[in-house]
């Protein structure tokens, strides 16, 4: 069965400052990974996807990711983050190209100091 | 408006009754899902669904059950509902992406 492990609870940087939010996976065969981003009281919106090809993944308000098969890994990155990104960040991976159930990690929280 | 809605936003119910939860999508999609949010636990798959009359249990389905007999609605039914249900549970359709509706607070006493 896939899982996700987000190792951190809570982070907080200052405004402007770079931003690493870290997702490692477990999954047999090639993963469909997924970075969502919720807004207190919001539903979840995507930032951005990875299915194949090129490992570094561009994404909404200026947010990437890298997908790393050797460390199973899908970390999202922003060089300089504004106060509107404190928010609560989840990475999910996929099964199958079909269905996209989607397996959740718990969640990073990120606070931003103005 | 075209999206996924959900209702009611909020709820509050008793131990033991039964409550359902709406879910209405806008777009056709064929796959729609429920899940649950809990703190430390992330979104959990309740049910997800293939199609209309084709339903399928996710990683924590007991105590819930889904219909879908149409394209465009999944209600999810708490028959008996007890205070571990208390959760937001977000609905949601699979079009080019998974889209979220706005959440349901569901507050068990």
């Known amino acids: 069965a896939q899982s996700v492990t987000q190792p951190d609870i809570h982070i907080t940087v200052s405004e402007g400052a770079s931003l690493e939010l870290r997702c490692n996976y477990s999954y047999g065969a090639t993963p469909y990974l997924f970075w969502y981003v919720q807004s207190p009281g919001q539903g979840l919106q995507l930032l951005l996807k990875?299915?194949?090809?090129?490992?570094l993944v561009q994404g909404i308000k200026g947010f990437e990711a890298e997908f790393k098969r050797s460390q199973s890994s899908f970390n999202l990155r922003k060089p300089s983050v504004h106060w509107s990104d404190a928010a609560e960040y989840f990475c999910a991976v996929g099964r199958g190209a079909g269905s996209y159930q989607l397996t959740f990690g718990k969640g990073t929280k990120l606070s931003v100091i103005p | 408006d075209a999206g996924i809605t959900q209702s009611p936003r909020y709820k509050i119910t008793e131990t033991g009754r039964q409550v359902t939860l709406m879910c209405h999508q806008t777009?056709?999609?064929?796959?729609m899902f429920w899940y649950r949010q809990d703190l430390g636990h992330g979104l959990r798959l309740i049910y997800y669904?293939?199609?209309?009359?084709?339903?399928d249990k996710g990683e924590v389905p007991d105590g819930y059950v889904v219909s879908r007999s149409k394209t465009e609605n999944f209600p999810l039914t708490l028959e008996s509902a007890t205070r571990s249900q208390t959760s937001v549970y977000f609905c949601?359709?699979?079009?080019?992406?998974?889209?979220f509706g706005p959440g349901t607070r569901l507050t068990v006493t």
């Open positions: 777009w056709s999609h064929s796959y």
């Open positions: 949601a359709s699979r079009g080019d992406e998974q889209y």
């Open positions: 990875y299915f194949s090809g090129d490992t």
């Open positions: 669904s293939a199609a209309a009359d084709i339903t």
